[in-house]
Nanobody, 110 residues
């Protein structure tokens, strides 16, 4: 069983930064860890992923801004989000396969 938990969300002004943390536990073979977000009234969208060999991919709207990386503990994944914009406001989730964490809220005010 895989358990995921996100943390690090909060409320910031536009231009501010947050670092989200995804902590995974349980039995996991090599997996891709992905970040998704869902804004009010919108569908959940993929944001970024990091593979078992630390290859990263990003959706166009965050490419060059957000950075996903692995912590010293293999199953701690971070997403550093500088230069935040109001349109980044959403509930952010991490996911491995069909497993999801409960999410962490990010709110960016203009």
């Amino acid at each position: 069983q895989v358990y995921l938990e996100e943390s690090g969300g909060g409320s910031v002004q536009a231009g501010g930064a947050l670092r989200l943390t995804c902590t995974a536990s349980g039995h996991m073979p090599a997996h891709v860890v992905s970040w998704f977000r869902q804004a009010p009234g919108k569908q959940r969208e993929w944001v970024a992923s990091i593979s078992h060999d630390d290859t990263t991919t990003y959706t166009d709207s965050v490419k060059g801004r957000f950075t996903v990386y692995r912590g010293a503990a293999k199953w701690t994944i971070y997403m550093y989000m500088p230069e935040l914009k109001p349109e980044d406001t959403a509930l952010y989730y991490c996911s491995i396969g069909d497993k999801w964490g409960p999410g962490t809220q990010v709110t960016v005010s203009s």
